[in-house]
């Protein structure tokens, strides 16, 4: 299982091995796992083990004080900003992320359009995948089920994070966001790496309508039920595998099968260490939230010639 935690912070992070020792790239998909050593000690990162760095306006996991979870989330973006290897006090400033509204919609991110950090809870509307070409720019996405993609383009040094829950992977977010690379910055789709994360996996992910009508229509009857489909039946029960789907859509994107990771780490198998959303079941959700893990990805300054 590629889960680190050799960072200045001694982070466990989940990394991808195609992504990991790329030169100009720093990534990582954070655990439920809080730090041995908090790298900003003046607040006590200890008060729970559920490491959590959403601040999405989630009912706040464990603690009861706004404010005190402001504080909490925001040390928790610092800590996986450094255990990167980043300036996080610096960057942080720029940490980019959409509002994630189970669209198919990705941003650019520029010089200007950042910030959700200036206000913890500020994001952009209407997007589930953010891109760049900035250095020191990070980018993040939050999941607790749903499979973050991260994307690399060493060529022409592009990244991006991507949110493919059920109805992103029918919208086919995946492809849109290599094509937004491609437009936008004239990336090649055969030098593009993908990962593809931890995220609720065929073995448990069961569904019914309307996703197993909108996983047929977006992928075609004989992807969605014919040899190695997308939905399996056991006893009775509909299982999709958003592992296999968005993997098709990377290479209908033209990536290289050589070129996209699958991480194939379930979280609700593996909920002790990452949040899953269906594992924590509908009352535990009701009474205390639940939590949400974090997919980072930035670009990184090459030093000058
Ligand atoms: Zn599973």
């Given at each position: 299982m590629a889960i680190y935690s050799d960072n200045l912070v001694g982070l466990a992070l989940f990394q991808f091995e195609l992504l990991r020792n790329q030169t100009g790239l720093v990534h990582g998909i954070s655990t439920r796992h809080a730090p041995r050593f908090p790298l900003f000690p003046h607040l006590e990162s200890s008060e729970t083990n559920e490491w959590e760095v959403s601040g999405g306006g989630k009912r706040p996991m464990l603690l009861n004080n706004p404010i005190r979870y402001a504080t909490l989330i925001r040390q928790r973006r610092l800590e996986f900003l450094a255990a990167l290897g980043l300036d996080a006090p610096t960057v942080i400033l720029s940490l980019t992320a959409g509002q994630q509204r189970h669209t198919a919609n990705v941003a650019c991110i520029g010089p200007t359009a950042y910030g959700a950090e200036l206000n913890w809870?500020?994001?952009?509307?209407?997007?589930?995948?953010?891109?760049?070409?900035?250095?020191?720019?990070?980018?993040?996405?939050?999941?607790?089920?749903?499979?973050?993609?991260?994307?690399?383009?060493?060529?022409?040094?592009?990244?991006?994070?991507?949110?493919?829950?059920?109805?992103?992977?029918?919208?086919?977010?995946?492809?849109?966001?290599?094509?937004?690379?491609?437009?936008?910055?004239?990336?090649?789709?055969?030098?593009?790496?993908?990962?593809?994360?931890?995220?609720?996996?065929?073995?448990?992910?069961?569904?019914?309508?309307?996703?197993?009508?909108?996983?047929?229509?977006?992928?075609g009857e004989s992807a969605a039920y014919g040899t190695n489909p997308l939905l399996q039946n056991r006893e009775g029960s509909w299982y999709f595998d958003l592992w296999a789907?968005?993997?098709?859509?990377?290479?209908?994107?033209?990536?290289?099968?050589?070129?996209?990771?699958n991480s194939q780490l379930c979280t609700f198998c593996h909920a002790d260490l990452f949040f899953s959303y269906r594992a924590i079941?509908?009352?535990?959700?009701?009474?205390?939230?639940?939590?949400?893990?974090?997919?980072?990805?930035?670009?990184?300054?090459?030093?000058?010639?």
């Open positions: 809870r500020r994001s952009l509307p209407d997007i589930d995948a953010v891109v760049t070409d900035l250095p020191n720019l990070p980018l993040m996405t939050i999941h607790a089920d749903c499979p973050p993609l991260i994307l690399f383009d060493p060529v022409q040094k592009v990244a991006a994070t991507v949110h493919s829950g059920w109805r992103g992977t029918v919208g086919k977010i995946g492809l849109v966001a290599v094509e937004t690379m491609m437009q936008k910055y004239g990336c090649l789709p055969a030098n593009i790496l993908a990962g593809i994360g931890p995220s609720i996996g065929p073995c448990c992910y069961q569904v019914g309508e309307p996703v197993l009508t909108q996983v047929c229509e977006a992928f789907a968005n993997c098709l859509l990377l290479l209908e994107a033209g990536l290289l099968p050589t070129h996209i990771e079941g509908e009352a535990q959700r009701h009474a205390n939230g639940y939590g949400l893990f974090g997919s980072i990805v930035a670009l990184t300054q090459l030093p000058s010639q």
